[in-house]
């Protein structure tokens, strides 16, 4: 059974910067991809962008510019470089992550963004 956990969150003022860090264990093999989502306050999850196994990685149009997904393949580890913060930013980040037909969420971590 693979487990994620997310990490990093916190608070930050507009304009700066956070990494999140998601860790995968109980598999051996590499993840075919993994994604990061958001919800924020009253609203639906949405996708933020998601890293495949060769590396590649897509990203929403609110983000783009502004957040980088990268992954370790060692520590079998995916991260969220965000950076340039805006409050409407302010959701809690979930990273999920696909090993062949089945799908694990990790328990989110939460990021406050202040004006």
């Known amino acids: 059974q693979v487990q994620l956990v997310e990490s990093g969150g916190g608070l930050v003022q507009a304009g700066g910067s956070l990494r999140l860090s998601c860790a995968a264990s109980?598999?051996?093999?590499?993840?075919?991809?993994m994604s990061w989502h958001r919800q924020g306050p009253g609203k639906q999850r949405e996708l933020v962008g998601n890293i495949s196994s060769d590396g590649s990685t897509t990203y929403s149009d609110s983000v783009k510019g502004r957040f980088t997904i990268s992954g370790d393949n060692t520590k079998n580890t995916v991260y969220l470089q965000m950076n340039s913060l805006k409050p409407e930013d302010t959701a809690v980040y979930y990273c999920r992550g696909r090993w062949g037909f089945s799908t694990y969420w990790g328990r989110g971590t939460q990021v406050t963004v202040s004006s």
């Open positions: 109980g598999s051996s093999s590499r993840f075919k991809t």
